[in-house]
């Protein structure tokens, strides 16, 4: 698995998660605005961003800490790195590093559809104040009921 198989679990659920957020604030009111919302979401899209582009080195940090190179702290010097990993060292780079992607697009993918179940309950909920009992009886509550009639 690489990068590129996962990539659509990064940018496309980060740009759905923004555009969502955004477009939520206009919601209510019909126009954009910046809300608490919007900028939580701004600040963990660029979080899950970031950590997506850190995988790669914190993978090889983390590859050399357990291939017993020693635990280092500082951004790794990758092209010191390219002619010094084994068989061992490959394979388990690969392992780290994918499952970081892994986990990167489990929580992205996750707020998403936490976000949009969330997003659909609300705007249910605005559509139909009368709750589910009302709106199964055809009840509608910008019309006045006639007095005897459901």
Do not use: C
Request: glycine share 12%; no cysteine.
């Amino acid at each position: 698995m690489n990068r590129a198989a996962l990539a659509p679990f990064g940018h496309l659920t980060w740009t759905a998660l923004l555009g969502g957020a955004l477009f939520a604030t206009a919601w209510s009111t019909g126009r954009f605005r910046v809300d608490r919302h919007l900028v939580l979401t701004f600040a963990g899209v660029i979080v899950l961003h970031a950590a997506w582009d850190a995988s790669d080195a914190l993978a090889i940090r983390l590859t050399q800490g357990l291939g017993g190179e020693g635990w280092t702290f500082g951004w790794p010097d990758k092209a010191a790195w390219v002619g010094t990993p084994d068989g061992a060292d490959v394979i388990r780079y690969n392992l780290i590093y994918s499952g970081l992607l892994i986990v990167n697009s489990v929580v992205g993918l996750t707020w998403a559809v936490t976000r949009w179940k969330r997003y659909r309950i609300d705007r249910w909920t605005a559509a139909h104040p009368l709750g589910a009992e009302g709106a199964r009886a055809g009840r509608r509550p910008d019309v006045q009921q006639v007095a005897g009639t459901p």
